[in-house]
């Protein structure tokens, strides 16, 4: 059914939204499908008028008697269309299956209990207090050498942060569900990382105070083992101190990606949300594509000049810190990642090719076979996110060319 058979005076029956007062505007969408828009008093004045089924033409009526604004009903009831808010207009957007479903919010509600984050608080400065006061004993890298076959400390390290990667993403997925909001796990990239990222779009229709809750809710968990992981180091036996090590180590690698708030982190989800921002990541690299495309071909639109004055002044200036960050963080990548990468896959496809003892073969194995799942792991997802952007591109150039 097209927007067209809703409109000319007719009834338009919208799905389940829900509406939440923020500043001057309104948060309206879908939970179910994290389908999210803000829309003026006027804009959720219309939604009101539709659900007590007023046509469109009585909605534009009341409108104009209450508010003496000609507002255009039918260009609204398009829009919600478009964003799957009306029964009859999206037949072909199904709602995505959400993980867990049975768990309901009352299962896991204590998760957003104030007493909870307090003594997850101070577990975790008490860990703090520790690791100053042994700052000589913290765990390093170099002290998972006391293992002599790479294969196991790489096993261990792997294993470790795969079981940590999916704990975090679980807090997230839980403590959205607490808020009687779905969510759904999957992999991703962001920039040249593989990362597990859980969907909780839904958590809009929350307050500031539940939405910030479930953003820091993984790296409250990551914390918590690094914690765990140094009083493993500080007062375990040897076995359980290399296993401290492993666990604290895994932790510092999973948190500190999680300031670099110039990609879709957990930590950029807070500043886009404590600085008022809807989608501070697209509008950002929409102003840098509309930057490039004006360096190549002149004048074109900014399509920052929509935004409120402040929001927009804040889409600029982060633009600054995604182009930055971008830059350096690919730079690492090529000039040190790579260079310590590409040596270590081509001395293990030697040790395989030449043979040599089973311990080295099954290290060269392991090493190779790591690094190679992790590669495919991110081309597929890459792939699967970017490909109809690739294939449009490809299309346009086609078309360009002849």
Known sequence: MNAEDVLDGRTVELHDLSCRRERDEWVVGRI?????????????????????????????????????????????????????????????APVPPSWLPRLTSRHVRWLMARWLWVVVGVWNLGGLVLLVSHADRMPMPSDLLAV????????????????????????????????????????????????????????????????????????????????????????????????????????????????????????????????????????ATAFLAYL????????????????????????????VFVAIGSVVCVGVSLTITLPVAVPLVARSVGTLLSGGSGAAMVDAAVVLGAIVIGQVLWATAFWKRKRSGIMNWLRLRKERAS
Not at 262 to 271: A, P
Not at 301 to 317: C, M, Q, T
């Open 292 to 319: 490039w495309a004006r360096l190549r071909r002149g004048p074109a639109a900014d399509p920052s000049g929509a935004l409120p004055r402040r929001e927009r002044y804040v889409v600029r200036a982060y633009s």
């Open 148 to 283: 002599e076959r790479g294969s196991v400390i790489l096993l261990a390290q792997l294993g470790t942060i795969w079981a940590s990667i999916f704990v975090h993403e679980l807090a997230h997925l839980l403590t959205a569900r607490a808020c009687d909001v779905p969510g759904r796990m999957r992999l991703g990239t962001r920039l040249q990382f593989l990362v597990v990222e859980t969907d909780v779009s839904g958590i809009w229709h929350a307050g500031r105070r539940e939405r910030l809750a479930v953003y820091l809710s993984g790296i409250a968990v990551n914390v918590t083992l690094a914690t765990v992981g140094l009083i493993a180091v500080l007062f375990g036996a040897p076995p359980l101190a290399f296993l401290g090590t492993v666990v604290f180590l895994a932790q510092v690698m999973l948190i500190v990606p999680q300031f670099f708030a110039f990609m879709r982190t957990d930590v950029y989800f807070v500043v886009q949300d404590l600085f008022g921002c809807r989608n501070l990541f697209g509008d």
């Open 32 to 92: 179910d499908t994290g389908r999210f828009i803000a829309v003026p008093e006027d804009g959720k004045r219309v939604i009101d008028l539709l659900g007590e089924k007023l046509t469109t033409t009585a909605v534009h009526d009341r409108l104009l008697a209450e508010t003496g604004r000609d507002v255009d009903v039918d260009a609204f009831v398009e829009a919600l269309t478009r964003y799957g808010f009306v029964r009859a207009g999206d037949e072909a």
